[in-house]
C-alpha cells in the first residue's frame, strides 16, 4: 500500500517559517493536500492539489513539490499556527485515501 | 457552506457494534462523497472507506474490509458507518468528511469534516 512519510516534529520560532514535507514514491504525479488540526478539534483544509488555498486560509501558507517531497510552507509563523499538520494523497490504482503519519508544528 | 453533524460519544463493549451517523445540511446531497476517518488517542488520521452518494458505491481500506459498512439515507441527508467486532484497539474519534464529486477528481480533496465523535470500547 502506499505511504506517505512526513517528520514527527518540526519546531519554529514565531515570525519565521516553517516548512513540513512529505514524502511518497511518484508524488509528483498525484494531487496532495495539507490539513491542519489544532488539539481537540477536527482537521481542517489549509492545502489542496499542492498549493491552492481554500478560501479563509491566509497567504502565509503555501504548498509546492519537488521531485518525491512535497511541503507545506508557512511564513511568518505565529502562535496560533501550532498544530498538528498532515499530508494526504488518492491511491489512483487503489481508489483509497492516504494520510501522512502527521507533524506537530512546535511554535517556541 | 456544507455543515456535517454526527451523532453522539458511545462506550461500547468488546464484541459489539457501533454505528455513527454523520447528518450534512446545505449543498447538493446527490454531488457528495462522504469518507470515514479515525483518530485513536495521541495517533494520527486513518481514512476507513467511502461512499458516492450518487450510485451508493462503497471503497474501503483493506484493514477494514469485512468489518465496517457505511450506507446513506438519501432522503434525511444521512450517511452511516457501522463497525462490528470491536475491540479496545477500536477507541478512537471517528470522523466524517466530505469531498465533491462534481470537482474532478485528482482536485478533490476533504472539504468539509464533522465534529468527530468519540467510541470507546472497554469491558
Known amino acids: 500500500s502506499y505511504v506517505l512519510t512526513q517528520p514527527p516534529s518540526v519546531s519554529v520560532a514565531p515570525g519565521k517559517t516553517a516548512r513540513i514535507t512529505c514524502g511518497g514514491n511518484?508524488?509528483?504525479?498525484?494531487?496532495v493536500h495539507w490539513y491542519q488540526q489544532r488539539p481537540g478539534q477536527a482537521p481542517v483544509l489549509v492545502i489542496y492539489?499542492?498549493?491552492d488555498r481554500p478560501s479563509g486560509i491566509p497567504e502565509r501558507f503555501s504548498g509546492s513539490k519537488s521531485g518525491n517531497t512535497a511541503t507545506l510552507t508557512i511564513s511568518g509563523v505565529e502562535a496560533g499556527d501550532e498544530a498538528d499538520y498532515y499530508c494526504?494523497?488518492?491511491?489512483?490504482?487503489?481508489?483509497?485515501?492516504?494520510f501522512g503519519g502527521g507533524t506537530k508544528l512546535t511554535v517556541v | 457552506q456544507v455543515h456535517l453533524v454526527q451523532s453522539g460519544a458511545e462506550v461500547k463493549k468488546p464484541g459489539s457494534s457501533v454505528r455513527v451517523s454523520c447528518e450534512a445540511s446545505?449543498?447538493?446531497?446527490?454531488?457528495?462523497?462522504i469518507s470515514w476517518v479515525r483518530q485513536a488517542p495521541g495517533q494520527g488520521l486513518e481514512w476507513m472507506g467511502r461512499?458516492?452518494?450518487?450510485?451508493?458505491?462503497?471503497r474501503y481500506a483493506q484493514k477494514f474490509q469485512g468489518r465496517v459498512t457505511i450506507a446513506a439515507d438519501k432522503l434525511t441527508g444521512t450517511t452511516y458507518m457501522d463497525l462490528n467486532s470491536l475491540t479496545p484497539e477500536d477507541t478512537a474519534v471517528y470522523y466524517c468528511?466530505?469531498?465533491?464529486?462534481?470537482?474532478?477528481?485528482?482536485?478533490?480533496?476533504?472539504?468539509?469534516w464533522g465534529q468527530g465523535t468519540l467510541i470507546t470500547v472497554s469491558s
Open positions: 492539489y499542492n498549493a
Open positions: 468528511a466530505l469531498e465533491n464529486y462534481m470537482v474532478p477528481a485528482d482536485l478533490r480533496s476533504f472539504d468539509y
Open positions: 446545505g449543498g447538493a446531497f446527490s454531488s457528495h462523497i
Open positions: 494526504q494523497v488518492r491511491d489512483s490504482g487503489s481508489d483509497h485515501w492516504v
Open positions: 511518484d508524488i509528483g504525479n498525484k494531487g
Open positions: 461512499i458516492i452518494l450518487m450510485f451508493g458505491s462503497t
